[in-house]
Every structure is written in C-alpha cells, then in structure tokens.
C-alpha cells in the first residue's frame, strides 16, 4: 500500500450523482478527487460506437427529462460547458390497438387534440390535468429532489395544492395509476400515456405511488419534452466532467474503490483494488447501498441501525437492454404524425399491470413491456442520414429472485442463449407494431443483467434504480428508515450520494447534491474562498 495522497474529499464513482456532488464540492474550493471503477466517467450515462463505427448508441440512459427539471442540475449552467440538448419531433408515442397512437407533443394543446380525435372530452380532461399540474409541479419537483423533510419546497407546494383543489387533487395523485387512468379518461389513450411512464419505475400499476409517478413523468413530458443530449448520452458526463476540471477538480479512471477506511469511527479515506491509499475526511459514495453498507464499509463500522435496516433492503427488478443499428426508420404501422423519441410497446394497461406483476413475482414475462428510444429521430448527429440508432429495454426479475418464465424459452441464468432468446421476444413484439422491422436489422446487441452490472457495479442484477422505488423505501424510508430520507450516514465523514438515496434513480444528480449539502454543512466549509467556476 502507498502513502495516502491528502484530499479535502473523494467523490467514489463518476456516475451524474458523483460529478454533480463534486463540482458543488469544488465550487466550493475543497480540493476533490473522483476515482471512477471504469475506464470511462459517466456511470450510466455514457455512450458507445461498439456496435457499428457509424452508429452512437447510448449504453444505459438516454432521455433526460429529469435533469432538465431539477434544480441540482440546471444550477451548473452545463450549456456553459458544451452541452446541447435536441428533442424529438414528439415527446412519446404509444400504438395500441389497429394502428391508432397515443402521443404526447410538446405543445399540449396538441396532445389534447389527439386524444380527443380517439374519444371526445379526453382532450380537455388531459388540459385539466396540465393546469394541475401548473400549479404544483415546480414546488413538487423541487419538494421530490430536496432531502427529507423538503420544508422550504414543501411550504410552496401547499398552497398550489389548495389551489389545486386540495384533498381531491392530493387522493387523485395518490389513486393507482391503473384506476386514475379510468377515473379520468374515457377512451384507452391518455391511460396508456400515464401507464407507460409509470412503468419506467417499478411501482406495480394498482400500487398507490404509481399514479403520482405516471403524472409526475408524463408532464415532465409535457412541460419541459424527454430532451436528450446533441451526439450522445456521454456529451452530458462530458459536460459534468470539463466543469469540474475546469475548477481544478482530478478524475481518476480504471480506480474501482475496494475500502472505505474508517478510524476512531470515522472516514479517513479509502483504499482502491490496486493497494493506492487517498486520505480525505469527506467521502461522498455515489455507490449502491448494497456495496457500499456491508462490502466497502464493514458492517463492524456502520450503526447499528443501518445494518439492520440493510437486511430488509429491496432491489428493484434486473433489466435487458437491446440496441440494433438499422438501415432504415422504424416502419410503424399507422403513423403518428411526428415522429416520437420514446416508444412504449404494450397492448394495454391490464396487460402492463399483468406484465409487472409476473416481473415481481420472479417470472420473466412472456409479453414485455418495453421502453424504446428512436435517438437518430431524436438527434440527428447519432447515425448517418435515413438510418435509425435505436433501443428497447424492458425489466425482468433479479436473477437471484427468477422462479421461471411465462414463455417457457429462458432459464433463468441471463447467458448468451438466454438473452438472444428473450431479445427475440422482444424484438417480435417491435415487429408487431412494426412490421418489417426485422429485416432493417444491420447489427444489434443484447445487455443483460450480467452485462449491465460489469458495464457499471451499481446496476447489481441489471437493477436501474439503486433500490426499488415502491413506497415502502421512498422518501424517508430511502434506502433504509435509519438515514431518514437524508445522505449522512451515521458514521461521520461518509456520504451515501447514489440513485440508492433520496430521491432515488434517474437522471437529476440531485442524490449528489444532497450528499455534498450535508458534507459541506458538517464541515462549516462554506466560508473558504470560492474559487471562479468559469
Ligand atoms: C438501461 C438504463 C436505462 C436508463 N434510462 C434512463 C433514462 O432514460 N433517463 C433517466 O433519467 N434515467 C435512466 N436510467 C437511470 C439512471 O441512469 C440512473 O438512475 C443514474 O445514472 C444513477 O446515477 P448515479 O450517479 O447514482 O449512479 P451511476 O450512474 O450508476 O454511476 C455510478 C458510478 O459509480 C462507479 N462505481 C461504483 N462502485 C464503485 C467503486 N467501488 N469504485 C469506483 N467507482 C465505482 C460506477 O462504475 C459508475 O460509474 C437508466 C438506467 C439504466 C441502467
């Protein structure tokens, strides 16, 4: 082992959590070391030409709604450090029966006047909804990403709530997404619409949560669109990057952390798999609770508490991803008019709920709801004119928690054969609603649980989100009742900053906000000079 080097604070793991908690760390003149498992920053935000030199193909996420919205991310001014944002012609689309699309425009009356063509009223039960949502979203969002208890947003988002009609707007949101859809729709279009962004969680769509969460996503939709990020995924980790080396801030890379040293009960620094000691009296984890509570940190060093806590702790679902470069655009049958970046593939709501329902009870599902990007649609610099870069992903059980499949073709181990098998099943559902598409098929490429999680260890079993966002572990439960919904935890110096913390999985970095707040609170560093961020 080598002498220590000496920093103000290590960030582990340069996934959008770590590089947003270490350029506020560095904005506010601590000396800051990221040290990333990788060879590339990013996390799950990153983008690859692995499947054709022509093709850009993000490798995990690829809409970014969420860090458009949310405050930890907008306050880095990253269009100041080259990034750009495109936006599909339509937001999403979702066919459904003969041909007929639901789909949502960034321009609500369009949206309205959609779902009004496919049964009249819904248009204006959907404008009512946009005007809810007007008055409470902003404080909301800012109430989800603050830490536990969001009082200054929360105290917002009261009155807009009154105004909103009150209790009846509150049961609303907390009615199940499948229930909701009926109450407020009449025909089966802004139901599925509500439904398929529920579904990029894993609540169960009869589980209260689920609501909140489809109206949440899908207005995020309508008020800020699903942007994504000009030649890739990875422009935005770029952006976060250049911004924080700029301050002075050091990345290191292929640096996978193996210990986290605790002395006299609290962090000194940590230790990396090839023996390099880093001494720092902050650590922020942008680290998935599991491998952080118990493997990094050993148990003998943690509280009691969050030991404990760590016992009841819940994965959310494992994932397979495909990624096909294709020759031609997706031939969709009935046209949507403007083309949607996201596509979502379920026949309807029941079976959606009957889907999510096999993937929590350990069943692989034989009919997959899958999440599709259109990302040439989306931004035209990800693969040459006339062709499509394209993906689908869909959950499926942990693979330690898999009992068996509903089409009886997968075992269950997530090898080679397995996944071909299942991208198979997921590609004929495409095909379906697509017919032809087989045959635009120049190359593709199957991820699965295992894949995911040596592409980036905090995907443990293919997990997206860092913990289940069922509301049993949200809010001030997240990621064990005995951090309250907050990022100390309990062993001073030691910062969990993950999608494992509050507010959860996605795209916002607001979990590395709260964890370099509570850093740069604990320490009373925020007199030191700042230095100039650009
Ligand atoms: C397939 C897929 C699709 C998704 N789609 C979307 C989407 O479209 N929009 C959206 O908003 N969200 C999406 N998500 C979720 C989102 O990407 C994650 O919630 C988000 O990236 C979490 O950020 P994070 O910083 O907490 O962790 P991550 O992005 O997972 O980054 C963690 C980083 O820490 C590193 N690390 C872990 N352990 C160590 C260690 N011991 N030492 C050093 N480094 C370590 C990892 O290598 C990784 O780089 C998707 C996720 C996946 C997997």
Known sequence: MTAGRRHDAIVIGAGPNGLVAANMLADAGWDVVVLEAQSTPGGAVRSDRELHPDFVHDTFSAFYPLAVASRAMTSLRLEDHGLAWEHAPAVLGHPFGDGQWAVLHRDRDLTAAGLDALHAGDGDAWLDLCRTWDRIGEPMVDALTSPFPPVRAGARLLPGLARAGGLDTVRRLATPVSSLGRELFGGPAGALLLAGNAGHADFPLDSPGSGVFGVLMSMLGQTVGFPVPRGGAQALTDALVTRFTRLGGR????????????????????????????????????????????????????????????????????????????????????????????????DSVEEMTQTLAQVASGVVPDRPFLLTG?????????????????????????????????????????????????????????????????????????????????????????????????????????????????????????????????????????????????????????????????
Request: net charge neutral.
């Open 251 to 346: 990345i290191e890379t292929d640096a996978p952390v193996t210990r986290v040293v605790v002395r006299d009960g609290a962090v000194t620094g940590v230790v990396t798999r090839d023996g390099e000691s880093y001494d720092a009296r902050v650590v922020v984890a942008d680290v998935a609770a599991p491998r952080l509570f118990g493997e990094l940190v050993g148990e003998e060093d943690l509280p009691a508490r969050v030991v404990r806590g760590m016992r009841d702790f819940e994965l959310d679902p494992g994932t397979v991803k495909v990624d096909w470069a294709l020759t031609g655009p997706v031939p969709w049958a009935g046209n949507p008019g403007a083309a949607p970046g996201t596509v979502h593939i379920a």
């Open 374 to 534: 259109q990302m040439t649609t989306s931004d035209s610099t990800r693969s040459p004119s006339g062709t499509e870069s394209f993906w689908a992903y869909t959950h499926v059980p942990q693979p330690s928690a898999t009992r068996g499949d509903a089409g009886d073709e997968v075992t269950g181990r997530w090898d080679h054969d397995d996944l071909e098998r299942f991208a198979d099943r997921m590609q004929a559902r495409i095909e379906a609603r697509a017919p032809g598409f087989g045959s635009l098929v120049g190359a593709r490429r199957v991820l699965g649980p295992h894949e995911l999680e040596a592409r980036n260890a905090n995907l443990v079993g293919g997990a997206v989100n860092g913990g289940t966002s069922q509301l049993h572990q949200e809010l001030v439960f997240r990621p064990v009742p005995a951090m309250r919904g907050r990022a100390a935890t309990g062993v001073p110096g030691l910062f969990l900053g993950s999608a494992s913390a509050h507010p959860g999985g996605g795209v916002h970095g607001a979990a590395g906000a709260n964890a370099a707040r509570a850093a740069l609170w604990q320490h009373r560093l925020r007199a030191l000079p700042r230095r100039r961020t650009r």
